[in-house]
């Protein structure tokens, strides 16, 4: 079972009863859900991923308000919850875990991760926070949220970045792409430069990635997710694919061609979504009509 479907049911089972039971008076005005840190909020948990920070366990969102006067109070309910469930045990926390899931300050949830609790309003601020924060911020899933504070600022992140932000960041990663990519690596592999060469792979690699999220307005994820969640993504699969074969070969014009290839199918989607009418396969060539100059 999947960690987000066991935490549904731990909390439909127990969760609610606590709540509703227990606290009465501020059931209404709770959320309660899987969201942050760890592959189970993105659906990539596997037997290997649940040596740690996995088991029954959930999520409870206070404004801060109520949770100042009754945090702690509800904290000791969920501690007080059985720790075993379908056959799965006791969530087991390794130090940096500690304090992601239970009863949460709302505010202070997004803060943590975003470095603020409220909606970025200018394209600074949006610029300002990482986009593997953002992926972090959307991810898993709101079981209820009666006052819809959460949800609230939940959506407003989902509705994606303005206009100038997402042209501004993919012209950032189309520049990125084709100097590592189509120009750096061949550069270092000729001077036998091969640590050079296979940085530069690596960094055509992750923004070519980055362009593919960016193309489907989804933010990336934490690295070493972002491969995987290509295959959920309008071409993702493909180009996904392609930047696996570029680590299956040493062979410099091997790795050229796929390299060449993939800038392709990035082309084709900038002409598909009108965002470049030019063909040239050099992805900085697209950079000032991404931005509109």
Known sequence: ???????????????????????PEIADQTAAGLVGYGSECLGFDDEISRDHDFGPSFCIWLPREIYTRRGEEMQAAYDALPKDFLGYSERVEEAQGKGRVGAL?????????????????????????????????????????????FSAFREGLLNYYPES?????????????????????????????????????????????????????????????MHRGLNELSAGAEIGDMLGLLYRTDAEADRTLIIEAVCNVLVQILNEQGLSAGQDNFLQSHVGEVLGI
């Open 1 to 23: 079972m999947k960690g987000l479907e066991l935490s549904q049911k731990y909390y439909e089972t127990y969760g609610r009863p606590m709540i509703e039971d227990q606290f």
């Open 105 to 149: 300050c709302l505010e202070d949830f997004y803060r943590g991760i975003l470095g603020r609790e409220t909606l970025p309003t200018t394209d600074a601020q949006w610029l300002m926070i990482p986009e593997e924060a953002l992926a972090t911020a959307v991810n898993g899933c709101v079981f209820e949220d009666r006052p819809g504070q």
């Open 165 to 225: 932000v997402w042209r501004r960041k993919l012209a950032d990663a189309l520049a990125k792409a084709a100097q590592a990519g189509q120009y750096n690596y061949a550069r270092a592999m000729r001077r036998g430069e091969r640590v050079a060469a296979e940085l530069a792979l690596t960094e055509f690699v992750r923004e070519s990635m980055r362009l593919v999220y960016l193309l489907n307005r989804i933010y990336a994820p934490f690295y070493k997710w």
